[in-house]
Nanobody, 115 residues
């Protein structure tokens, strides 16, 4: 069984920063891609950023230049550094990984951007 535990969400003012972390544990043999999604109220879940085992990254246009995804393969962790946060970044952020053809989700962590 695989578990993903996210942390780092919270309330931040516009222009502020947060760092999200996700730790994978359990029966993991190898992790291919690690991703961060987000879902705001009334909206569909969207892919924010992803990183392959080799370090190749993808960012949604809305976060390019502000967010940075990173991973530690030895620790099976993925982080999302979020800078210059905007009110429209407010959402529940979910960690997602795929390992050996299976996809796993974390429980989500709330990010609120408000003055």
């Amino acid at each position: 069984q695989v578990q993903l535990v996210e942390s780092g969400g919270g309330l931040v003012q516009p222009g502020g920063s947060l760092r999200l972390s996700c730790a994978a544990s359990g029966s993991i043999f190898s992790i291919n891609v690690m991703r961060w999604y987000r879902q705001a109220p009334g909206k569909e879940r969207e892919l924010v950023a992803s990183i392959t085992s080799g370090g190749s990254t993808y960012y949604a246009d809305s976060v390019k230049g502000r967010f940075t995804i990173s991973r530690d393969n030895a620790k099976s962790t993925v982080n999302l550094q979020m800078n210059s946060l905007k009110p429209e970044d407010a959402a529940v952020y979910y960690c997602n990984i795929d390992s050996m053809g299976y996809f796993y989700w974390g429980q989500g962590t709330q990010v609120t951007v408000s003055s």
